[in-house]
């Protein structure tokens, strides 16, 4: 099983990422700590020098899971369902240069908040036909630069839609691409999901990428949820992911960090 950590230039105070700083400063200390790879949140490509982070990852052999766009939603306010043609295609753009920083660095993409939220249940056609016009234009040149999509299942308090894996999995049928796979995220899975267990066996090989995270949003083994089951899921569908941990750095970033990864070897060697 391969490990990441959530860490970012500069985040908000409630984001649920571990280091902020000097990204390789994070990298070093999540390398020391055991694990495999960064998950990396900005707002925007350009924060990223794409040769300088491949050069390093080369020589440290850390690598770089995925590249979250949250904060282009958070942010800079941007959708893929805004009444504003402007905006939604902003939005695409924005994400086709993660999509361009993402093949240079052999990472994958979330999508998660930018898919916004639903103004109208009742004339939900149109919403979903915004959406999927912008993510054909995003999987067109994802496809061509062979980046992975990854559509985060949140919870009903965070999105008012794709909230189950389910729902997810259903969603991105009409889209028909081997480069646009399911999210999910114990965190979020906790609230929603009646047996998480199951809704990992479902996604089955469309399950791109995992965030860890306790019940309380701490890190792994700091809550009540039994990541046993989670990992013996996992390893039941052979998933060749990441196990990227996105909690709050409480009590800290480096006892966080250290934490989880003890709780986890301790699953495995048990």
Not at 66 to 75: C, E, H, K, Q, R
Not at 76 to 90: A, G, H, N, P, V
Not at 100 to 124: E, T
Not at 224 to 239: P, Q
Request: charged share 30%; net charge negative.
């Amino acid at each position: 099983m391969k490990y990441s950590v959530a860490i970012a230039p500069w985040a908000l105070d409630t984001a649920p990422v571990l280091y902020r700083g000097d990204i390789y400063k994070s990298a070093d200390k999540i390398k020391s700590a055991g694990y495999d790879a960064v998950e990396i949140h900005i707002k925007d490509p350009e924060q990223i020098d794409g040769e300088a982070l491949q050069e390093y990852c080369k020589k440290t052999g850390l690598e770089v899971a995925a590249l979250a766009t949250g904060m282009v939603n958070v942010i800079d306010k941007l959708c893929f369902i805004d009444d504003s043609k402007d905006i939604r295609d902003e939005a695409v753009e924005r994400v086709i240069g993660f999509v361009k920083l993402a093949s240079q660095l052999k990472a994958g993409i979330i999508i998660g908040s930018l898919r916004g939220n639903l103004p109208d249940k009742v004339n939900r056609t149109k919403y979903d036909n915004r959406f999927y016009d912008c993510m054909k234009r995003i999987l067109d040149v994802a496809e061509k630069e062979n980046v992975k999509i990854f559509l985060e299942a949140i919870n009903r308090y965070e999105n008012n839609y794709l909230n189950t894996a389910e729902e997810t999995l259903e969603y991105i049928k009409p889209l028909n691409s081997d480069k646009l796979l399911v999210h999910l995220d114990t965190f979020h899975m906790n609230i929603e999901e009646s047996d998480m267990a199951k809704a990992i066996k479902l996604c089955g090989d469309k399950l791109g990428h995992i965030h860890l995270a306790d019940n309380n949003r701490k890190y792994v083994g700091a809550g009540s949820i039994d990541f046993s089951k989670v990992l013996e899921a996992v390893e039941s569908i052979e998933y060749k992911g990441y196990l990227s941990l996105e909690c709050l750095p409480l009590p800290d970033p480096d006892t966080a960090v250290v934490k989880t990864m003890i709780k986890l070897k301790n699953i495995y060697s048990a």
